[in-house]
């Protein structure tokens, strides 16, 4: 097929598709999966060899949260049976940490719900931060705390925080119409508070929405632009007694599509399968592993995840390993990028922004770098770091169950009853992944 080895040809040299070959992917049949996951996976590994970074979470603060993100079940008036409690103490959230990374998490990603932090969150998080990395010097910490004031990102990068997250989620132009309470720009701004103070750019989206095509394209080469450095892909889990609970869009081959169209954007740049992988990929998630080079391990903010065990199993099946805290986990050339100092390189002015999502650029950079953005015009010779050649095998403690699929439907048809999204704690008074 012409596209795809117009594609691999651009992702081999870190170059980003045009926007109509990125709407190519997403129109591309089911007869062509097995060749566009291929052709993705040939990027995938030219950056990144056959690694595979495991990210844990732990929800600090969970609930309640005065803001009316549609997809979100902690959003305000949800009505969705989450568990709701206020700050973990950092001994609390040091203990849940050190279970993911018994499980071969290198990056610990500390979250909070809410609009955004004050000066106080901002003690509370750094003190956490401070008691985890004491336990774990080694730890990557990404924060992701919502809409950041003025010197916030500062303090948590003084405190240790190596990232931060803010997803941009949706396109520009839909953005209104799945959140009202702020806006598509008050998350680029975040993105480039942190990405100018020197933290490390989480940015990616959320995919299954209602969206079209061109929405999906859209933020993904906007994510590009800003310069996440990870760009995490959710895939929307519709929690019942929230807006998009009847939106069931997608299929594992959908989510395929989607992650390779990802890839091929962001050819160089940690690209996370995210919040969802489990209810939509389902038996797919191997075929995951040969696009994105970065996944979560255990469970999620509000939702059960795969078992960790599993995950792990599921990793070295695959024919992967691992990635090691001692290892980088981007090329070279973006972890030059990356480490750049306060005040230059990406996130200074308007160019590139911090990484996660919510902000520019979640589950996939976005708005391709044409003009020589982060990430674009990679020498052909750059190469990531060697493969883990000792995988972890550690079981995870405390980390969530399966989640529950039923029988294929005969039909083709998208079913919503083919699996059940399982709750976080459901039934109990346990914290999120403690």
């Given at each position: 097929m012409d596209l795809l080895d117009t594609l691999t040809a651009k992702g081999l040299r870190g170059e980003a598709p045009t926007r109509e070959e990125a709407l190519a992917v997403l129109a591309t049949t089911d007869?062509?999966?097995?060749?566009?996951v291929a052709a993705a996976g040939r990027v995938r590994r030219q950056w990144f060899g056959r690694r595979v970074k495991l990210n844990y979470l732990v929800n600090l603060k969970s609930g309640l949260c005065p803001e009316d993100c549609s997809y979100c079940s902690q959003r305000l008036g949800s009505k969705a049976e989450i568990l709701k409690y206020t700050w973990l103490k950092p001994d609390q959230a040091t203990e849940a940490a050190r279970a993911g990374v018994a499980g071969g998490a290198k990056r610990v990603c500390l979250v909070a719900s809410g609009r955004g932090p004050t000066d106080r969150d901002i003690d509370r998080v750094t003190d956490t931060i401070s008691a985890i990395k004491e336990a774990d010097p080694a730890v990557e910490i990404c924060a992701c705390l919502g809409l950041l004031s003025d010197n916030q990102a500062?303090?948590?990068?003084?405190?240790?925080?190596?990232?931060?997250?803010?997803?941009?989620?949706?396109?520009?132009?839909?953005y209104g119409g799945i959140t009202t309470t702020h806006t598509y720009a008050d998350r680029v701004d975040t993105v480039q508070k942190a990405h100018g103070a020197g933290l490390s750019a989480c940015s990616g989206l959320i995919a299954g929405m209602g969206e079209t095509d061109?929405?999906?394209?859209?933020?993904?080469?906007?994510?590009?632009?800003?310069?996440?450095?990870s760009v995490p892909v959710n895939f929307l889990i519709?929690?019942?007694?929230?807006?998009?609970?009847?939106?069931?869009?997608?299929?594992?081959?959908?989510?395929?599509?989607?992650?390779?169209?990802?890839?091929?954007?962001?050819?160089d740049t940690e690209v996370r399968i995210a919040g969802g992988r489990e209810v939509h990929l389902r038996t797919l998630q191997p075929l995951g592993l040969h696009i994105a080079n970065s996944i979560f391990l255990g469970d999620y903010l509000t939702s059960e995840g795969q078992a960790g065990q599993a995950d792990l199993d599921m990793i070295k099946d695959a024919g992967f390993e691992v990635e090691g805290a001692g290892e980088a986990t981007l090329p070279r050339h973006r972890s030059d990028i990356a480490a750049a100092p306060a005040g230059g390189g990406c996130g200074t002015g308007g160019g590139c922004g911090p990484c996660g999502g919510h902000a520019s650029a979640p589950d996939g950079e976005a708005d391709g770098h044409a003009g020589g953005a982060c990430g674009g015009h990679v020498p052909a010779a750059a190469r990531p770091a060697e493969p883990v050649t000792e995988p972890v095998t550690e079981p995870v403690a405390a980390v969530g169950a399966t989640t529950e699929a039923a029988a294929a439907n005969p039909n083709d048809e998208l079913r919503s009853d083919l699996v059940r999204v399982r709750r976080r704690g459901a039934g109990t008074e346990l914290a999120p992944n403690a």
């Amino acid at each position: 097929m012409d596209l795809l080895d117009t594609l691999t040809a651009k992702g081999l040299r870190g170059e980003a598709p045009t926007r109509e070959e990125a709407l190519a992917v997403l129109a591309t049949t089911d007869d062509d999966l097995l060749d566009v996951v291929a052709a993705a996976g040939r990027v995938r590994r030219q950056w990144f060899g056959r690694r595979v970074k495991l990210n844990y979470l732990v929800n600090l603060k969970s609930g309640l949260c005065p803001e009316d993100c549609s997809y979100c079940s902690q959003r305000l008036g949800s009505k969705a049976e989450i568990l709701k409690y206020t700050w973990l103490k950092p001994d609390q959230a040091t203990e849940a940490a050190r279970a993911g990374v018994a499980g071969g998490a290198k990056r610990v990603c500390l979250v909070a719900s809410g609009r955004g932090p004050t000066d106080r969150d901002i003690d509370r998080v750094t003190d956490t931060i401070s008691a985890i990395k004491e336990a774990d010097p080694a730890v990557e910490i990404c924060a992701c705390l919502g809409l950041l004031s003025d010197n916030q990102a500062e303090r948590l990068k003084a405190a240790g925080a190596d990232a931060y997250n803010h997803n941009l989620n949706t396109s520009e132009g839909t953005y209104g119409g799945i959140t009202t309470t702020h806006t598509y720009a008050d998350r680029v701004d975040t993105v480039q508070k942190a990405h100018g103070a020197g933290l490390s750019a989480c940015s990616g989206l959320i995919a299954g929405m209602g969206e079209t095509d061109e929405d999906l394209v859209d933020v993904v080469f906007a994510l590009r632009e800003l310069g996440s450095d990870s760009v995490p892909v959710n895939f929307l889990i519709p929690f019942e007694g929230t807006p998009l609970a009847k939106e069931w869009n997608l299929t594992p081959q959908r989510c395929l599509r989607i992650l390779a169209m990802v890839r091929f954007v962001n050819p160089d740049t940690e690209v996370r399968i995210a919040g969802g992988r489990e209810v939509h990929l389902r038996t797919l998630q191997p075929l995951g592993l040969h696009i994105a080079n970065s996944i979560f391990l255990g469970d999620y903010l509000t939702s059960e995840g795969q078992a960790g065990q599993a995950d792990l199993d599921m990793i070295k099946d695959a024919g992967f390993e691992v990635e090691g805290a001692g290892e980088a986990t981007l090329p070279r050339h973006r972890s030059d990028i990356a480490a750049a100092p306060a005040g230059g390189g990406c996130g200074t002015g308007g160019g590139c922004g911090p990484c996660g999502g919510h902000a520019s650029a979640p589950d996939g950079e976005a708005d391709g770098h044409a003009g020589g953005a982060c990430g674009g015009h990679v020498p052909a010779a750059a190469r990531p770091a060697e493969p883990v050649t000792e995988p972890v095998t550690e079981p995870v403690a405390a980390v969530g169950a399966t989640t529950e699929a039923a029988a294929a439907n005969p039909n083709d048809e998208l079913r919503s009853d083919l699996v059940r999204v399982r709750r976080r704690g459901a039934g109990t008074e346990l914290a999120p992944n403690a």
